[in-house]
């Protein structure tokens, strides 16, 4: 089965850094780019970033450009989004999601469940 | 940025009825050397992740029931949802995958009447 695991999604303060993890399995996780995506409460779907395959390859939206990281490990068939500097309109529910461009167009074709972070005092 | 804006915000359909929701773009998400649309439509249930219908604008995925649909080219598109079926109650976004960032529609809430 074809699957995304997140998880890392915490309460914390202003301020504060936290790193959320995607576990992939049930596809060759190597060969694919990544997104994360995030849903404010009661909100719509925000793009955050992008990350290729082999990592060459790294993008974000400017609302966490310079705060935000991703990286992978492929050995590991996992995705990672590290987050400093959080504000309280960071919080969300962050997906992971498989970018698909070949078969797809660019559209994410597989997503996780979600994992919730809260940014609040 | 290219911007998506969607229309309406929310609309109620009544059982067996079709549903049209609109999509478009402030560029085009044509790509002419291959004569694609780079244009995502997704489904979003309350509590769930969203679930990818249609992409290159008009190709349904795998296991997506044929009563979807997606048209359009450029800068305007459509989903629409032949027969509604109560399980189809959901918020639907379309997402540009033409270029970064990928930007989503603000979504439509569809209701059954």
């Known amino acids: 089965e074809v699957r995304l695991v997140e998880s890392g999604g915490a309460l914390v303060q202003p301020g504060e850094s936290l790193r959320l993890s995607c576990a992939a399995s049930g596809f060759t996780f190597s060969t694919y780019s990544m997104n994360w995506v995030r849903q404010a409460p009661g909100k719509g779907l925000e793009w955050v970033s992008y990350?290729?395959?082999?990592?060459?390859?790294?993008y974000y939206a400017d609302s966490v450009k310079g705060r935000f990281t991703v990286s992978r490990d492929n050995g590991k068939n996992s995705l990672y989004l590290q987050m400093n500097s959080l504000r309280a309109e960071d919080t969300a529910v962050y997906y992971c999601?498989?970018?698909?461009?070949?078969?797809?167009?660019?559209?994410?074709?597989?997503w996780g469940q979600g994992t919730m972070v809260t940014v609040s005092s | 940025d290219i911007v998506m804006t969607q229309s309406p915000d929310s609309l109620a359909v009544s059982l067996g009825e079709r549903a049209t929701i609109s999509c478009k773009s402030s560029q085009s998400v044509l790509y002419s050397s291959n004569n694609k649309n780079y244009l995502g439509w997704y489904q979003q249930k309350p509590g769930q992740p969203p679930k990818l219908l249609i992409y290159?604008?008009?190709t349904r995925e795998s296991g997506v029931p044929d009563r979807f649909s997606g048209s359009g080219s450029g800068t305007d598109f459509t989903l629409t949802i032949s027969s509604l079926q109560a399980e189809d109650a959901a918020v639907y976004y379309c997402?540009?995958?033409?270029?970064?960032?990928?930007?989503f529609g603000q979504g439509t809430k569809l209701e059954i009447k």
């Open positions: 290159w604008a008009s």
């Open positions: 999601a498989r970018y698909n461009y070949d078969y797809a167009g660019g559209a994410s074709d597989i």
């Open positions: 990350l290729s395959s082999s990592s060459d390859a790294t």
């Open positions: 997402q540009q995958c033409y270029s970064i960032p990928y930007t």
